[in-house]
């Protein structure tokens, strides 16, 4: 989920789906967050596999080209249904087990996942102190607190209503990034992006009806959760920039602090579960081996292969995704003004995240023997 936040926060969001950039550290997230913004990279500039230069006649280049766009498009779809799911997968899980409890599974089997890839890869994990230190604060704000928010808010909302409160994130993100980030100045198409973004939260919610049959508590923590992502991401860039270690080492730290951190915090506020109810156990399961574990290296791949701007088109699928696999699957109930509203959000989320053409005016020239210039 998976995500997915600030048009500006560019080194940093592009490592949360494990771009070739060594600027930040990343972190797995449930969404694309989840939700991390398209941002102009190396990558980026590299030209798409499908537009590439055509093969000469009588080679196979084309068919390998071809081969090549359909594998990454696949693997785009894969990522799209893991992350969408994941919501369900909260779901059903909260079924069987306290929301501290899906969580600590849910980061414990995503950090065993890239563990296992770790050491099959022969990596190291950072041994800076202070690098632990500040993914500390990160696997708190990027893993343990959004993921425990989102398990609270699903005892109490639809996993549906939970997924579009994630697609929130960018607006979140845009807004956080100008406070913080003295680079990024709001434009008019971004400011107008934010404001339709909150009229499809008032549509969602139903604003007009008195926000009557939404449990308002649960919505703020899943609307929280969304907050967080773009706290953490705006945290990692002001101070892991730069780091040298790999994303994988980097992400596998992080998810393993987070696992820590919930170590400690579950026992404290959930009792032990009587039994392990199989459909819940193998949902915590999926939801971290794939949703957080293997969805990493997924996008990961993407990311080096299409680059950060495609790769990260994701987080317009997941809400949709997760609202199809709720009604579908859960029985969850999917009033008129619930689909709207998030149409409205991600159209809102894309006008934040999107750039002004470059202009193509000619460039200034001096005049001979004038010394001035052309405006």
Same mark, same amino acid.
């Given at each position: 989920m998976c995500y997915e936040v600030a048009d500006r926060i560019v080194d940093v969001m592009s490592t949360a789906t494990g771009a070739p950039n060594a600027s930040a550290a990343p972190a797995p997230s449930a969404a694309p967050a989840p939700l991390s913004t398209p941002a102009t990279t190396a990558a980026d500039a590299a030209t798409p596999v499908d537009a590439a230069t055509p093969a000469s006649p009588g080679t196979d280049g084309g068919f390998a080209r071809r081969s090549r766009a359909l594998g990454w498009r696949l693997r785009f779809a894969v990522l799209s249904l893991i992350w969408g799911?994941?919501?369900? +997968? &909260? =779901?059903?899980?909260?079924?069987? +087990?306290? /929301?501290?409890?899906?969580?600590?599974?849910? $980061?414990?089997?995503?950090?065993? $996942?890239?563990?296992? &890839?770790? #050491? $099959? =890869?022969?990596?190291? #994990?950072?041994?800076?102190?202070?690098?632990?230190?500040?993914?500390?604060?990160?696997? +708190?704000?990027?893993?343990?607190? /959004? +993921?425990? #928010?989102? !398990?609270?808010?699903? #005892?109490? &909302? /639809?996993?549906?209503?939970?997924? &579009?409160?994630? !697609?929130?994130s960018p607006l979140w993100g845009m807004v956080l990034s100008v406070v913080a980030l003295s680079e990024d100045r709001p434009t008019r198409r971004r400011v107008a992006g934010l404001g339709i973004g909150f009229l499809g939260v008032l549509t969602v919610l139903g604003a007009w009806q008195g926000?009557?049959?939404?449990?308002?508590?649960?919505?703020?923590m899943a609307l929280g959760a969304s907050l967080s992502y773009p706290i953490g991401w705006i945290y990692v860039r002001r101070t892991l920039a730069g780091a040298s270690h790999s994303h994988l080492a980097m992400s596998s730290t992080q998810l393993l602090l987070a696992a820590a951190q919930l170590a400690v915090v579950t026992p404290l506020f959930t009792t032990a579960p009587t039994g392990l109810p199989l459909i819940p156990l193998l949902a915590v399961f999926a939801l971290g081996a794939l949703g957080t574990g293997f969805a990493f290296l997924l996008q990961y791949g993407l990311v080096a292969e299409v680059g950060p701007t495609t790769a990260q088109m994701v987080t317009y699928f997941? /809400? $949709?995704?997760?609202?199809?696999?709720g009604v579908a699957l859960l029985d969850e109930n999917l009033s008129w003004n619930t689909p709207l509203g998030a149409l409205i959000i991600l159209a809102g989320a894309a006008l934040t995240q999107s750039r002004p053409r470059p202009s193509t005016a000619p460039r200034p020239t001096t005049i001979p023997n004038s010394g001035a210039q052309r405006r």
């Open positions: 799911f994941s919501f369900l +997968f &909260i =779901k059903v899980g909260t079924q069987g +087990f306290a /929301p501290l409890q899906v969580t600590l599974g849910r $980061v414990t089997f995503g950090a065993l $996942v890239l563990m296992a &890839i770790l #050491l $099959v =890869k022969r990596e190291r #994990l950072p041994r800076s102190a202070r690098t632990w230190g500040h993914l500390a604060v990160a696997a +708190f704000f990027l893993n343990a607190l /959004p +993921f425990s #928010l989102f !398990a609270y808010s699903e #005892l109490t &909302i /639809p996993s549906t209503l939970a997924g &579009i409160c994630n !697609a929130t926000f009557a049959g939404t449990d308002l508590t649960g919505t703020a997941v /809400p $949709v995704i997760a609202t199809a696999a």
